[in-house]
């Protein structure tokens, strides 16, 4: 894996593994999706396109999204995250690896459609 996916993904773990630490704390949750949304941008400019990984990070940047806009994450969504960032940071995601993934963050209640934020957004 590339020295800079490497750091980053490093990062969102722990990012993770600190809400995790201090879940009933909201602010730790907003900190999160904050560092998140921008940790996994900056993935999507550096994960590999040889595979279906780019895509799956792209799913990802929708679906924190959605979790924000909600403003409530679960412990269970945190490690299905998790999972999938760690699958991302070995690569050689297959379509099917990529449909698998997918399936699973729909299980975790993760919705991977953009949900709009209020109802003008509706109508842009």
Do not use: C
């Amino acid at each position: 894996m590339d020295r800079v996916v490497d750091t980053i993904v490093k990062q969102i773990l722990y990012d993770i593994r600190s809400v995790k630490d201090n879940f009933s704390d909201i602010r730790s949750h907003q900190l999160f999706f904050r560092q998140f949304r921008q940790n996994i941008n900056t993935l999507w400019d550096f994960v590999s396109e040889d595979d279906f990984s780019e895509n799956l990070v792209m799913v990802l940047t929708d679906s924190i999204k959605n979790l924000e806009v909600e403003n409530n994450i679960k412990y269970d969504q945190l490690d299905a995250i998790k999972e999938v960032i760690v699958a991302i940071s070995k690569g050689n995601i297959s379509e099917e690896k990529l449909d698998f993934y997918m399936e699973y963050l729909i299980e975790k209640d993760i919705p991977l459609i953009r949900l709009p934020e209020n109802i003008s957004d509706l109508y842009d």
